[in-house]
């Protein structure tokens, strides 16, 4: 986590008792030390996935790109982990969108900083005979569930491992990889739904108007005809 803290489990939580107004979770327990910081899940944080795509871009492994696809409502940059096959890797353009209008709406209570125009996201043509496999992988939908960010984060692991099994994993293949699809939400320690209704709903304040959901939504279009798998943690 951000200062390296060592987290472990801890013991089932008994009795806790929870309030769906305020979404509160409250339990009683005699603590073991002074001070205890307790967590329902590992954190994974924006300053760890910073720090995760540093190593990255600094290690330049053969077939691992970081994309940068854009900024989100609050102005935090929102990483693509590209692992591709080394031996023929794909080229991802993303072009920004131009003059994005930006306006602040309510969101349940609270204004959210919102554009209706995505980023451009384009697979450069392939050789002929490259019959290209995309996989779409993201977490973080919901942005406590940070359950989900390690589960990409290990699937990135088990790609770039020296084995046999991960060279089988990318040959022919191209995996996109989004650790945090909400970095607003997580910034903010939240549980919310919005990049939910992102998908789920056309209406105003939702498709069109998050600027994660849009990002990925260009993602897959531009992966339109050699998309396998699409998975959210």
Request: include cysteine; charge should be neutral.
């Amino acid at each position: 986590t951000d200062d390296k803290t060592f987290w472990y489990p801890w013991q089932e939580i008994i009795g806790g008792q929870p309030d769906t107004n305020t979404r509160v979770f409250t339990f009683t327990v005699t603590p073991e030390a002074p001070v205890m910081t307790i967590a329902m899940h590992v954190p994974y944080t924006l300053a760890f996935e910073r720090e995760l795509v540093a190593r990255l871009k600094a290690a330049r492994l053969p077939g691992v790109f970081v994309d940068e696809l854009g900024v989100s409502g609050g102005g935090r940059p929102l990483y693509l982990i590209r692992v591709d096959d080394p031996a023929r890797p794909a080229v991802l353009q993303i072009d920004p969108p131009v003059n994005p209008r930006w306006e602040d709406r309510d969101w349940r209570g609270k204004t959210v900083r919102v554009t209706d125009l995505p980023p451009t996201v384009r697979v450069n043509p392939l050789a002929p005979g490259d019959e290209r496999r995309l996989f779409f992988l993201d977490a973080r939908e919901h942005p406590s569930e940070t359950a989900g960010s390690w589960a990409v984060l290990g699937v990135l692991k088990a790609l770039t491992a020296d084995s046999p099994q991960a060279a089988r994993l990318r040959k022919g293949n191209t995996w996109l990889l989004l650790p945090i699809f909400d970095p607003d939400g997580v910034a903010a320690g939240e549980f919310d739904i919005r990049c939910e209704k992102s998908w789920t709903s056309n209406g105003p304040g939702f498709r069109a108007s998050i600027p994660e959901a849009l990002t990925a939504v260009a993602c897959l279009r531009a992966a339109r005809g050699r998309l396998l798998l699409v998975s959210d943690f």
